[in-house]
């Protein structure tokens, strides 16, 4: 599967993002979907998961009850909204696509496919 994420930009702390992730070829319902984020001399850990359905969802601790996960399979795009944006939250975001399905996967590692990256900074 083939991965396109955008919506990156800059942000006011306190203020939103939405990012999305177009996939194409690929059964997209098939795929767990996954958020992560890298920023500089860091390592690329994970922002949140959501499974097939997109009943459940996981969230790193430190973006919960700020970030929402969602997909839509009908559209083969899942989203990231994020509210209340910090400066911490400063990163070049990806999207990425694990056939470890059907349930949410919070290990880098078990993602097969990765977008391009998109970036946020969240900067007064």
């Known amino acids: 599967v083939q991965l396109q994420a955008y919506g990156g930009g800059l942000v006011q702390p306190g203020g939103s993002l939405r990012l999305s992730c177009a996939a194409s070829g690929g059964t997209f319902s098939r795929y767990v979907m996954g958020w992560f984020r890298q920023a500089p001399g860091k390592e690329r850990d994970v922002v949140a998961s959501?499974?097939?359905?997109?009943?459940?969802?996981y969230y790193t601790d430190s973006v919960k009850s700020r970030f929402t996960i969602s997909r839509d399979n009908a559209k083969n795009t899942v989203y990231l909204q994020m509210n209340s944006l910090k400066p911490e939250d400063t990163a070049v975001y990806y999207c990425a696509a694990s056939t470890r399905g059907p349930y949410v996967v919070s290990i880098r590692s078990a993602y097969n496919s990765w977008g391009q990256g998109t970036q946020v900074t969240v900067s007064s």
């Open positions: 959501i499974s097939w359905s997109g009943n459940s969802q």
